[in-house]
């Protein structure tokens, strides 16, 4: 099943079990190991960073007269969650997920920041396996293949917020897990954004990525809220 993957991908594990670890959500490892270390949680996170750098890179090259705001929301839509989830259906990633019994059952091989998730630990495993070349190979094939030149799908607060505030010098934004409750399938994340180690919003999601993104609308709201 996993080399069906692979030939997906159009990539050959050295390591399989990178690959194999980068389907294994929390649940799973929760469920069957009672340890969340072995779910690819720790792959998603430099996955997450892999993606945005080669994704930064490629925009870097391609779009020479595009100032850095627009290659900042450019990079953004990249990597959202709905880019990241309709690159992991082109491979067919959800069903090749682990997942436990409880995300089994309430559809969690089709809930998109699963799907995201996954596709940035992909990344992460193809790097670990075969370095900067085996993860741009799989970015360029399944990511960079509708770049928004115009227009913008994703609604990325965070940087909104990002860019607003940098008009003023030594401005600090730092954002704080307050609280993570719920069972796997059904996670609430709430997460605390300070601005100079001031309280300026708050924000819950379903995943710690989405309470960052409405913890930054809700500071958008409450300091600027005349924007356009």
Known sequence: MIKDLEEALGYRFRNISLLQNAVTHSSYANERWHNSLLSNERLEFLGDSVLGMLVAEYLYRNFPNRPEGELTRMRADMVCEKTLAAAADRIGLGSHLLLGHGEEQTG????????ADAMESVIAASFLDGG??????IIRRFILVEVPVSSFRNEDFKTELQE????????????????????????????ELKLNNEAVGRGIGSSKKRAEQMAAKNALEVLFPGRS
């Open 164 to 191: 607003l505030v940098q008009k003023k010098k030594d401005q600090t934004l730092t954002y704080t897990l307050l609280s993570e409750s719920g069972p796997d399938h059904d996670k609430r994340f709430e997460v």
């Open 132 to 137: 900067l070349n085996a993860a741009l190979s």
């Open 108 to 115: 969690g091989r089709r809930r998109s920041s699963i799907l």
